[in-house]
């Protein structure tokens, strides 16, 4: 048992913990700043959690155990997501555990939580939104999963920290045509997964439009808390695991050393934010899609990550079959 | 006899004529297009205002009096006739080589890119005929077609012409006329079109390059796009769209077919110069790699297939015959499916040798049964002449494409005979159908009766060509459908159902046939429609083609020859 | 060339030709459909010149240039007048803003007409066994993608109602059989060649006129409406 892979760990899920409530406030900070306005600062998130863990909990008449136990599985599972994926080091004590399809599973199981909380309210903003989501899901996990796929055939496995291991040894991987299609298709898909533009405005409450909003309308209080923090873990957790496979540089591909570790730390949160900021910076200039164009931007990303399968399978290997 | 072979140049002049004397004469006929346009433009300056009419009247500095329902030979444009000399050069050339490879065997020319075997001669011939009849009876069809452009002409420059809103839709195919001065010339490049369309055809029989072939074959298209869309009607620019985007599409397949099977002759060892070469690739055949083989030649059936007007690309073909002019429909029913036909043959030869005869044999006869049952079943609901003759087109090939697949040698050389066959009765029910829709104004059936009343001798005329499409003796048809009957059920028990079915669709589509035409031909002279007498020029070339086809069924002579070694040609080796 | 330079390199360009087919099927704008076209042409010549590189032979450089120009700058410039007139008469006539200009609605809706691609490039690939094994090297390999394209351009060619994009279509397709013919063979002889592209080009300048009065007969060119001749 090596106990820098645990410290790594620790420092990893306590990073995660604490920036995923900045990273939101830094980009919205951003957009204020391109939109000419002063904003709430970068810690605004934080005080929010604070103000409704103070509140008490209020659940609507008729609302069963699914609208209770949504926050906390999203919650939950988005901390074991921040646990197995490979932020900081590839050489981690879970590192056999992280495999790709747990993690799309895990993703998967937080979204049908919240979907079915929100038919559980029986309003119908609750179902509405839980309907759209799940038409959005059912192209969004096969796309997540074909583009990981996609960069696991070069690795042969589909173990995220091997692939990410493979892909910071050996770089050129990234930049074949499967791995550019992956990065494409990856993208879009983190873009649906996390609830942004052009795919759903996390800003809106307008009832044409929202879909992640219209789900948690009757969630107030520490309900409200769980369920903002879990949305904002996932989008850390997955900018990351963006950053990992295709930026892998800077780290930590052995146990050895804590200052290989702490470096790695430090990088990451770097890449992160530059994405974040990014990100909200192209949501300044991006209008949001017609909800029923949504599927075309979604199914135009699946295809790009079949065919990013289908490319490293054939055009690949130099040689390999 | 004379030998020929022994004279590098004259082989290669013989070679050379059919297909560059057509395009010579398109030449021409552009360089004279061009002159009569600019005296037409000069007189259309001046005239534009009082008679717009004569603005592209071309060389018909005369004009012509109101519409007169026959045509005096007298006013005849000389230039028509001057189309004749093609398949005339076509025709002799044909003839020579015939005499040549009967007795020397097969003779090349320019490195092997053209090339004349038993079939090249015999395809050649047939051309040479239809060609022949079609353009015999083009200057008739002009004339009257100028007729009854200058009356209408007259009427409809009135109306302003619909543009840029959808015009209002036409009630029936009759009244739709467009502009008279565009009109006008689109006849002046009728010619020009028409002799490159014999050009390409007969570059596509002559040469043994497979690339080149495909060439010319998709040449066919585009020259005769604007023949199929003249009229600029609704109806006559949608048959034009549907047949470029379909057959360039389908042709396009026969060209990746064409890529995969020089892909497997480069694997397998042929040089570059020589891998689409057919007589290399047959006598190689065996080393062709079968997987890759079988891919390409699946997609050069299918893609010359669409050309031949078989299932599944053949969706063009009954709107084409029936917009285009009569003369152009009778060429492009009579040789242009057979010629891409033709094409199929050649790849089959190949496909057997390097894979077996199943394959083909399969394919081939599935797409035939398909075609002839579509057909069949369109000929029932048919109401419309030309189309009707388009379908009848569609299921004489289905019956070549049964021949094809069952291929022994009676069976070869039947339905060699009956793309002959096809190809004369066919042009002639074709020119005499234009003619009909010159005198009757419609194209369809119902409204047509009592031609025989009207005027005998045209109708005599549709209806022997019926007759002869129905297979009756004396004409050839009857000889060559019985050798594929025969030939398929001596085939064994699986061509032997197929040829039982395919005789049963056969009996449905001559009763639709039959009932329809006798409908057109029998009855009374519509009330108010005076008795024509047609000049007997207009109804020479189809007497002709009606004689010749049913010489071929009497007695094959000296073609005998030709067509057994033609049929051995495209034996199995 | 180094050999894995030669196959990356030859691997970018068939994944950017095909992704121009897909994309061409995402994008509803006639404009961007056919600029997505001239850049699979740049695509196509790319393939052509890197295996002239490779091969050392100048001839195929001298195609490939040949190729680019008649792809990537010919037929579009072709299209995009055709396009140009086509919008500049609508606007003299009846409203409708840029009903001419856009894709509005093809018979299959883009999303499922995207997923069909994935399926149509899993055909290919299925279908491209035999050829691959035949003679396994990097250009072979990339033989699906020359096929992919041609199975999207016939999607294209057969679920696209307006005339110009079924031309794309038809040029899709051909773009993906010259591609099929470099990749498997490094071209067809020179006159084949030759004469395919004259042939391509005569038949654009005919759908191109065809198109005109397709609109001058019917007042557009939804090509659904063209329903006068049936049995």
Known sequence: MNPVGYAAIVLQVGTVVAGAPLLTGLMRQTRARLEGRAGAGVLQPWRDVRKLLRKEPITPVGTGPAFRWAPLVLVATSLVLAVLVPLISTESPVRGRADLIVVVALLALGTVALALAGLDTGTAFGGMGASREMTIAALVEPTILMAVFALSIPAGSTNLPVIVAGAADEPARLTSPAGLLAIAALSVAVLAETGRLPVDN?????????????????????????????????????????????????????ASSLAAVLLALLLVVLKVAVLGTVLAAAEVFWAKLRLFRVPELLAGSFLLALLAVTASYFLGGEGGQ | MLHLSQEPAMTALLLTAPAAAPLALAGAYTLGGLRAGRQAAEVSTVQRPLEPVAAGGGRAAAPMPAVAPTISPARRHPRDWAGLASPLVILACGALLAADVIDDGPVSAYSGLLRADALTAWMLLVVGAVAFIACASAPAYLAGERATDRATGRTVMGVPPAHGGPPARANSRVGEKPRVGEQSRAWGNYHVLVQAFLGAMCLAVVTANLGVLWVAI??????????????RTRTSVEAAWKYVVICS????????????????????????????????????????????????ITLVVLGYGAKAGLVPLHAWLPDAHSQAPAPVS???????????????????????????????????????????????????????????????????????????????????????????????????????????????????????????????????????????????????????????????????????????????????????LATRTARMLLGPAPTGATAVQDSPSALWPLTVGLAACAALGIATGPLGDLLSQAAAVLERP | MSESLFSQLLNLACGAFLLAAVVVLWRRELAAIVRLFALQGLALATIALLLGLHEDRWDLLVVAVGIGALRAGLLPYLIRRALAVLVAGQDGGHGGGHGEARETQPLVNVAASLLTAAALTLLSYAVARPLVELDPTPATRALPVGLAVVLI??????????????????????????????????????????GVSFDVLLAVLVLQLLTVRVREAFGTTDIDDLRELHD
């Open chain 2, 249 to 296: 599409a389908g042709i396009a397949l026969a060209f990746l077919g064409t890529v995969l099977l020089y892909y497997a002759a480069r694997q397998a060892g042929i040089a570059e110069a020589w891998a689409l070469d057919w007589p290399t690739l047959v006598a190689r055949a065996d080393r062709l790699d079968p997987a890759v083989t079988r891919l390409g």
């Open chain 2, 218 to 231: 998709e040449a066919t298209t585009i020259v005769t796009a604007f023949l199929v869309g003249h009229r």
């Open chain 3, 153 to 194: 351009g016939f999607f294209v060619l057969v679920t696209r109602r307006r005339a110009l994009a079924q031309v794309v279509g038809f040029l899709l397709l051909d773009n993906g059989i010259t591609a099929t013919a470099f990749l498997a063979t490094s071209g067809v002889p020179l006159i084949v060649e030759l």
């Open chain 2, 330 to 512: 009778a060429l492009m029913s009579g040789v242009l499916l057979s010629v891409a036909f033709a094409a199929i043959l050649r790849y089959r030869v190949i496909a057997d040798a390097a894979l077996g005869p199943d394959f083909t044999r399969v394919l081939l006869a599935g797409i035939a049964l398909l075609t002839l049952a579509l057909a069949a079943a369109l000929l029932l609901a048919q109401r419309d002449y030309k189309r009707m003759l388009a379908y009848s087109s569609m299921e004489h090939m289905s019956l070549i494409a049964l021949a094809a697949a069952v291929g022994s040698p009676l069976a070869l050389a039947a339905g060699l005979l009956h793309i002959a066959g096809h190809g004369l009765a066919k042009a002639t029910a074709f020119c005499a159908s234009g003619r009909i829709l010159q005198l009757r104004g419609t194209s369809e059936i119902g409204r047509v009766s009592g031609l025989l009343a009207q005027s005998p001798w045209l109708g005599a005329v549709f209806g022997l060509a019926v007759v002869a499409l129905l297979g009756f003796p004396p004409f050839s048809l009857f000889a060559s459908e019985l050798g594929i009957a025969r030939a398929g059920f001596a085939a064994g028990a699986g061509l032997g159902w197929a040829m039982a079915a395919a005789l049963l669709l056969v009996l449905i589509a001559f009763a639709a």
């Open chain 1, 202 to 254: 996390p800003s809106t409450h307008l009832e044409l439009t929202m879909v992640h909003e219209a789900m948690v309308l009757e969630y107030a209080g520490p309900d409200l808390a769980l369920v903002e923090f879990g949305a904002q873990l996932r989008l850390t957790v997955l900018l990351g695991l963006l950053a990992s496979l295709f930026a892998p540089w800077g780290i930590a591909t052995s």
